[in-house]
């Protein structure tokens, strides 16, 4: 087991982020002797495991993840196959060190920047076992002491995004326990309520008897925090059912069973005082003399009993016996630097002399009871910011629980019915076949009109370009030939044959400007010279010499010239609509606009005229039919807006790239 733990455990390398060399911190001699000392606790482990390790170890994006105990075993391969991070995690371990020196002489924020030193080590080379396991867990403990609520919702939201990420599922559901707490501290029950639910489900799902003791123990605070007293002993009573399991399977010694009991009845003593019932409290308080014989009570903790302690007293009024316990408690709490039980512990020996009516005593700590108060709920408000922060990536979380836990119950549900199902499903997938298929065939075909109509329209273009050529260059050419012949001739004597040279010049002139309107109409020679703009602008002053109708036309954002089929296609598009005009609108006034976009071409043309029924089957006409033709080859769109006595608006959006 171990051997396989060691193998995938061991592929120590990640990516090396840039950041500060925390290393100058310590002098050199101290990493080097640190990192000696982790060299020689790797010594005592066999070699040839680990060089196996070694050898099988070639993912170099794994990141470091340890083992309380055996992490040190895994460090061969980082100092053989990365020093570098061998290094770093000498200077991690340095950095922890110094913290615990801090912590035991009570310097808290000693203790906690070098911690926060620690994470940001820890985070920069992806030491994800220290962070989650050691660091962060460590912090809580230093802000909770402090009553730093809001550092404690940051620091654990961002360790269960990193432990759900890493599935690392014991400290998700840590976190989940922790962040439930600090929604309790906040009287946010709702919420409290959801996360201690959500520990209690992850904490079955793992089986742990262990967390899902801790989980009964939530829930029992829970509801002593809304003064529901009897639910909270019911889960006091659950958890510890769930110890002395653990004792008789031998999970956890009888010292720690002590330890927990003792915590437990300390709990229930606090519910039955909020039922007032103090004789039954006063039952699960222990003796001063067999509270210190307890061993591994912390010190909160045991600040905690005492002030419980002095509380049943009081409740009994017996102030003496109540201010013995309570100063213990005061003593401890303060020793601990734990405000929040400071604050009760006063506030109890306030009333204590207040029983024994010294009321310059009582009004002395009643006083120091309001100054710690205010000082704890002053911290709190500014803290409100940063825990705002906090909430909403709680409430980010809490998002992401919800929809994970709907998911469940979705696929439960599906389950239910998976036999229906899978008949339902094949048979929509033979016909989703059939009609792919179809759709296949049918985009075939269009495809292929398509590109046949795109090719009728291209040989169009160009039959038409080479007829406009053809006709002003031969044609034209010879009408002109013809004329320079005829003027060449002699004056004759006689007026009427004067006459008909001059009249057959006359028909001459006629009809080399015909040739030269029918060629301009078939590709006019200024749209590939000028491009589209000029030829459109030479086009409808023609139009306007010609005919009765006025047409106002503006271009925008035409700096540079589009390609040449496109500048065709647009030129016919909008010739077909001002020649239906022409023909059928009887218009006097008519308005073209071009605006030229990042992607597209945007046409409008409106008009007067008298209009026309969109709905007419004249709308198939040639005119309108090559407009709609053109317009669906360049996989543009055509909106037509006309009624009769109206006018008409056309509005096309002409793709290009």
Known sequence: MLKSALIIFGCLLGTISPGQDLSQIFSKNEIEKQQQQIKTVIAEYEQPLLNEVQKQCTKKEHEGIFDTLLKMSYYPLAINYN????????????????????YYKKQYDS????????LQLALQYKFVYDDLHQIRPAI????????NLAGVLKTSTEGLITAEKNKDKKQAAHFTNVIGHVHLKYKNFKEATSYFESYNTQTQAMANKLFMAHAQLNLAELFMAQN?????????NLSKNLYTQLTQEGKINKATLSTRTLHI?????EALLLKKDCNNALTYIVSDAALDTIQNVNGYDLASYYIIAGSVYNC?????????????????????????????????????YSKLQQFDSAWKYNELYKQMRNSIENSRNENDLFQKEAVMRLELEQQKYNAALAKQKMFRNILGV????IFLFALLLYNRYRLKQKNILQQQENKQQQELLATALSVQDQERKRIAQDLHDGLGSLLSAVKLKISDLPVPQQPYELEKIEASIHLLDEAMLEMKNISYDMMPATLSKLGLTAALQNLFNRISSKNKLQIQYHHFGFKERLDEQTELNIYRIVLECINNTVKHAGAANAAVQLIKHDDYINIVIEDDGKGFDTAHPSLTGNGLHNIFTRVQNRKGSIDI?????????????????
């Open 140 to 147: 809580n403990n230093l802000y909770f002491l402090s009553g």
């Open 316 to 352: 009994l009024n017996q102030p003496v016996d109540a201010i013995k316990h309570l100063r213990n408690g005061l003593q401890k709490s303060m020793l601990e630097k734990h405000a929040e039980y400071t604050r009760d512990a006063l506030e109890q020996i306030a009333i204590a």
């Open 83 to 102: 020093s570098f991070l061998f290094s770093k995690y000498s200077v991690l371990t340095l950095l922890l060190r110094k913290n615990m020196i801090y």
């Open 418 to 421: 998976l036999l229906i199902c």
């Open 641 to 657: 807006d006309s009624k009769p006595g109206n006018g008409t608006s056309i509005i096309i959006d002409i793709p290009y790239s």
């Open 111 to 118: 203790s906690l920047h070098y911690l926060q030193l620690a």
């Open 228 to 236: 529901d007293a009897d639910k909270s002993i019911y889960h006091l």
């Open 265 to 269: 009845n300390y709990k229930i003593a």
